[in-house]
């Protein structure tokens, strides 16, 4: 079971800071699930396909799902059948109709305290036990991208319209840097190239593992690279790194020497992501963006923010992402230098925004959303109304939703890819 009862009180504040100027306001759509009641949107793309995962009756089983135009769900089907899970986990920002993503298959996994990198984005949020592969999904047809050679678990994130599928795979090599209580096998950046092959993307020197979470239609790719770990983020994001040709550029930092993760990248260049400010593993991280001329630079939080994360960017340069306060997550939009908490100038009556994951060149945006009249918590798809127009005073004082810490943090799993540590 994922998240139950999550909202014990409604706190009517004005945490997140609004922009002075005229916004531009959205209408919030939520979109049908598989017969559960979560479901989180984690792409869009300039064809308005909505992916993400969707959860059965019952909510300890979710499956990728496909929202066309705000359709009803439309389930991408699993490796493993109707009992195991499967995910669209990353922005895919594909228009050619080929997206990707996880699945847990029918096979255990080889070593009993092998976990790799696919639990944390199913429900329950533990180990499932099961090999888990990489998917490209066509024309209802889903296909398994394979791990390298001696390896078993893959891990695909985002495609381009060349074709070319990026993610992590293991391979045969048993890593002194693993945490064998998690993981035991190395695993390396990958391409699956559109013709089946596979090219590796190693590592900065000095690191062991690598693994690339998006691609732009100019074969750019980012990532990470540092020590095997728990294959979750933390030490294995060492490193945010860019691979141009094959090879790794380290993009800097902000101050950490962990969680320094790219989450998107567009087709200018421009990568943002998240990255601890400070050295150590805990997860201490604020939204950063980077481009050639400027590196690493942090984005806007509030004063009395916990963590701040940025997932996705369009070719306008408007990134989204989530904010975590003492109160609650709020979805947030970065543009012109500033940002804006999404619950300030969505139409009244909308659910909650918990986090935003994408956004188009549309500017339509995708996340999780909380009702808490309900407590269903739905994908959602936000789109730009018509003109601008400011907020106004009620909307300015949005609902922020106030949850335990360990509510919050289960919230942020579904939120942030490679964010999770599950010693926290």
């Known amino acids: 079971m994922r998240l139950r009862k999550t909202v014990f009180v409604l706190v009517l504040v004005a945490t997140l800071p609004v922009l002075l100027a005229a916004q531009t306001k959205y209408r919030v759509v939520t979109l049908p699930g598989l017969g559960g009641v979560f479901g989180y949107a984690n792409s869009v793309n300039n064809r308005r396909w909505a992916s993400g995962q969707a959860d059965y009756t019952g909510d300890s089983i979710g499956h990728a799902s496909l929202w066309v135009n705000g359709s009803g769900a439309i389930d991408l089907g699993s490796f493993g059948g109707p009992t195991a899970n499967s995910a669209v986990a990353w922005p895919v920002k594909a228009m ?241 230098g500033a940002m804006t908490d999404l619950n300030h100038v969505t139409q009244a009556g909308s659910p909650h925004l918990l986090y935003a994951n994408d956004i188009n060149d549309a500017g339509e945006i995708v996340g999780e959303a909380l009702d808490p009249a309900t407590g269903e918590e739905p994908a959602y798809r936000a789109i730009p109304l018509p003109g601008n127009s400011s907020s106004s005073p009620a909307q300015d004082a949005a609902q922020n939703i106030s949850t335990s810490p360990e509510c919050i943090d289960k919230l942020e799993r579904r939120a942030s890819p490679m964010s999770i540590d599950p010693r926290k």
Not at 264 to 292: C, E, H, L, M
Request: hydrophobic share 40%.
């Open 96 to 336: 050619n109709g080929v997206i990707v993503g996880i699945s847990d298959t029918a096979e255990n996994q080889p070593f009993s305290n092998n976990a790799f990198s696919c639990w944390p984005f199913y429900p329950p949020f533990t180990p499932t036990g099961k090999v888990c592969q990489g998917f490209r999904w066509q024309n209802h047809v889903m296909t398994p991208l394979p791990p390298f050679v001696g390896g078993f678990n893959s891990y695909a994130t985002a495609a381009n319209n060349r074709g070319q599928i990026v993610g992590w795979a293991e391979n045969g090599v048993h890593d002194p840097s693993c945490d064998p209580a998690f993981q035991v096998l190395q695993f390396h950046a990958v391409i699956w190239q559109p013709d089946g092959t596979m090219q590796e993307l190693q590592p900065l020197p000095g690191d062991s593992t690598s693994a690339a979470t998006a691609i732009n239609d100019r074969g750019q790719v980012v990532g990470i690279s540092g020590a095997c770990g728990q294959a979750v983020g933390s030490v294995s994001a060492a490193h945010a790194v860019l691979w141009q040709n094959g090879v790794p550029m380290d993009l800097g930092n902000i101050g950490g020497d962990a969680w320094n993760t790219p989450a998107a990248i567009n087709n200018k260049g421009v990568v943002v992501g998240f990255a601890n400010t400070a050295p150590g593993t805990d997860r201490i991280f604020q939204a950063f963006i980077w481009t050639s001329a400027t590196g690493m630079q942090p984005l806007p939080a509030p004063p009395n923010s916990i963590r701040s994360e940025a997932l996705g960017i369009n070719g306008r340069g408007q990134v989204v992402g989530l904010v975590r306060v003492p109160s609650g997550l709020s979805a947030v939009i970065w543009q012109n």
